[in-house]
């Protein structure tokens, strides 16, 4: 679907315009043409081809999707793919079912992050940008606006639109690097509440497995974006290095982000099976000193019921009360005893 289809000229809009115009207008030296295509058919990619030129390699990408992040230099034009990164955050009325008692604050409704992981496709030539926007409900209007508001630097052409889309895309993932450090937070909040551990190990995995959805979208596009500014760069992008060079900047700040998040996670996960092992191991005192009070009370329970005729006590008035003083005496010393070193 076409979205927008624009000519500029020395950093002024001119005039919306239909795309069987788009290659007469290529040919003035000083326009550029500005196209956006939302979830594109096959037959729009061929038209936009046939007008501007595009690579066949680049358009068999862009019809494919679910591309890697990489950035292609042709002939005569780069090709991009970007992944787009957006949080879907969904409410649930209670937590999920846990055999533990959990404490207060985990019974209350909590939010399973979620991430929906679109895609762009942009093709940049010396006088024209397409941007093919796939599965994102999230447009680059804003950009336009942006750019239009700034004539002195759209007067570099597509060089600062593939500038503006690509910090667009680059500046959308901080919110998700600020959701991921909230919720790791809570979840380390909870760390040392009883009956916890389980839980948290679920969501710290959930949340290790969108840091990688994230990684997969910032490493390739860190690696790859050299080739725009530094050394040997597309004509189209010779006067806008500084800017793709903020652009590695802040891909930079968020794969660090990334990697500190992911180390912190192996962290926490190691401290909650460090508190499983705990917890059991309290169990298992507990056990082991109710199975000693009750192994001595039985003892001697069994001692006294072998009712042999020799046994001087059983003829006694007081033998009985007596024996179950002892029993309830050892009974008492046991159980102080074990609740002084802390297994009761």
């Known amino acids: 679907m076409l979205i927008n289809c624009v000519v500029y ?3 002024h809009k001119l005039a919306d315009i239909g795309t069987e115009e788009i290659s007469d207008w290529l040919e003035r030296p000083d326009a550029f043409v500005w196209v956006a295509l939302l979830d594109p058919s096959a037959e729009e990619l061929l038209l936009m081809q046939h007008e501007f030129g595009l690579h066949e390699l680049a358009v068999e990408d862009a019809l494919k999707g679910h591309q890697r992040p990489k950035i292609e230099e042709y002939v005569d034009m780069v090709f991009a793919v970007m992944h787009l990164v957006e949080p879907v955050v969904s409410s ?3 937590p999920p079912a846990n055999p533990l008692p ?3 604050a985990m019974q209350e409704p909590y939010a ?8 762009v496709a942009v093709f940049v030539g010396k006088n024209f940008v397409l941007s093919a926007r796939t599965r994102s409900a999230h447009g680059f209007l804003g950009v336009r606006e942006r750019c239009e508001r700034q004539p002195k630097l759209l007067e570099h ?3 600062f639109v593939m500038y503006a889309l690509m910090d667009a895309v680059v500046d959308r993932y901080f919110p998700v690097i600020e ?3 909230a919720e790791l937070e809570a979840i380390e909040e909870l760390i040392f509440a009883p009956g916890s551990a389980r839980r948290n190990i679920e969501r710290l995995y959930d949340l290790k497995h969108n840091t990688t959805v994230l990684r997969h979208a910032v490493a390739p596009l860190l690696e790859m974006l050299g080739k725009l500014h530094g050394g040997r760069v597309p004509a189209a992008f010779i006067s806008t290095q500084e800017y793709f060079r903020d652009v590695h900047d802040h891909l930079a700040r968020i794969n660090a982000a990334i990697d500190t998040i992911r180390d912190t996670i192996g962290t926490a996960i190691q401290v909650n099976l460090s508190m499983v092992a705990i917890e059991e191991s309290e169990t298992t005192k507990r056990l082991a000193a109710w199975a000693a009070i009750f192994a001595v009370s039985t003892a001697m329970a069994g ?5 042999f005729e020799v046994m001087p006590e059983l003829k006694w008035r007081y033998g009985y009360p007596v024996a179950l003083g002892l029993i309830v ?3 008492a010393v046991l159980y102080r005893r074990f609740r002084k070193v802390g297994w009761l």
């Open 102 to 104: 959990i404490p207060r």
């Open 179 to 181: 959701l991921f450090e």
């Open 329 to 331: 005496l050892a009974v």
């Open 9 to 11: 000229e020395n950093g």
């Open 303 to 307: 001692i006294w019921g072998m009712n």
């Open 112 to 119: 399973c992050t979620e991430l929906s992981v679109g895609e």
């Open 92 to 94: 649930t009325d209670t």
């Open 157 to 159: 052409g597509s060089g």
